[in-house]
């Protein structure tokens, strides 16, 4: 059972940002939250993850709520290769970081 | 910096075969997670590995299912007597240690005729 939930897709115009919320309302202390994506026909790529304080890398930013009870993923400048299912997982430090994924996001960015 | 290696990415067999599916970590990480994708669904996870051990086997298939992650070479992910329904993506990533991100090979895609 997924500890999470995503919109099933949602679409987005090129150079516009792009946000990608995730619900996760039973998080653990111990719980990251991971988001992962999948281009059609590879593997998943890692994009970011954070236990509570928000995170920003050369991919994208990670917004964590102070309740921890939800945060969404910021694509800042949509491109047509950002197009993949993205997913959000939580995983806890004692579970051999094992990665628990669930149906994602399809995301779709149009010119 | 090569990244996770799969091999082959494609592999046909016919039922009652075994296939075998080989995974090369990126350089540095001893840690090795399989997962299995079936079409039109999310990635499973099958089983986690160091270096000559099987740490949690908890999402692999009791029968025909085995994996290994010997001292030298690649992991390799083992179905004996396939079937139909082993038609999937199966994926490996690896790991430094459990507490840093996994990174994915892209897959082999295996057809059961």
């Known amino acids: 059972d997924a500890k999470t939930t995503q919109p099933t897709s949602m679409d987005c115009a090129e150079g516009r940002a792009a946000n990608l919320p995730c619900n996760h309302s039973t998080i653990s202390g111990n719980e990251y939250v991971y988001w992962y994506r999948q281009i059609h026909s590879q593997g998943p790529q890692y994009i970011i993850h954070?236990?509570?304080n928000n995170e920003t890398n050369e991919m994208a930013s990670l917004i964590i709520t102070e309740d921890r009870k939800s945060s969404t993923l910021i694509l800042p400048h949509a491109t047509l290769r950002d197009t993949a299912v993205y997913y959000c997982i939580v995983t806890a430090t004692d579970s051999w970081g094992k990665l628990q994924f669930g149906a994602g996001t399809q995301v779709v960015v149009t010119p | 910096n090569a990244g996770v290696m799969q091999n082959p990415r494609h592999l046909v067999r016919r039922r009652g075969q075994e296939a075998r599916l080989r995974c090369s970590p990126m350089k540095g990480h001893s840690h090795v997670y399989w997962y299995r994708q079936l079409p039109e669904e999310g990635l499973k996870f099958m089983v986690y590995?160091?270096?000559?051990?099987?740490?949690?086997e908890s999402g692999m298939p009791k029968e025909r299912f085995s994996a290994e992650f010997p001292k030298e070479g690649p992991s390799i992910l083992r179905i004996q007597q396939v079937v139909r329904g082993d038609s999937a993506a199966y994926f490996c990533?690896?790991?430094?240690?459990?507490?840093?991100?996994?990174?994915f090979g892209d897959g082999t895609r295996l057809s059961i005729l």
């Open positions: 990533a690896s790991s430094p240690d459990t507490l840093r991100p996994q990174h």
């Open positions: 590995l160091q270096k000559e051990n099987i740490i949690d």
């Open positions: 954070g236990l509570k």
